[in-house]
Nanobody, 124 residues
């Protein structure tokens, strides 16, 4: 599966942004899809995940209530709607595909395929 993330940019605190991840070359609908993010010099961290059917979502506490993950299996597309952005949301955002068990859904090694990342910068 090839993943292509897009939609990053420079916004102000309080603004909204929507990230997209386009998938090709594989059975998108069979994978759990997840967004991670990484700040330079820090470890990559889990942001949000959505199960293959779209019926189950999971969020990091830091984004719960502000971010919404969704997917369209007919279009092989993953989305991340980010509202009420904060300066601490500044990072490179990566989409990833895998088949983790629930207890490992935030674990980076559980994901086989990764997009190239899209930079989100939130200014104060």
């Amino acid at each position: 599966v090839q993943l292509q993330a897009s939609g990053g940019g420079l916004v102000q605190a309080g603004d909204s942004l929507r990230l997209s991840c386009a998938a090709s070359g594989g059975a998108f609908s069979t994978y759990t899809m997840t967004w991670f993010r990484q700040v330079s010099g820090k470890e990559r961290e889990f942001v949000a995940a959505i199960r293959s059917s779209g019926g189950s979502t999971h969020y990091a506490d830091s984004v719960k209530g502000r971010f919404t993950i969704s997917r369209d299996n007919t279009k092989n597309t993953l989305l991340l709607q980010m509202n009420s952005l904060k300066t601490e949301d500044t990072a490179v955002y990566y989409c990833a595909a895998g088949r983790p068990i629930l207890s490992a859904i935030t674990s980076i090694p559980m994901y086989y395929y990764w997009g190239q990342g899209t930079l989100v910068t939130v200014s104060s």
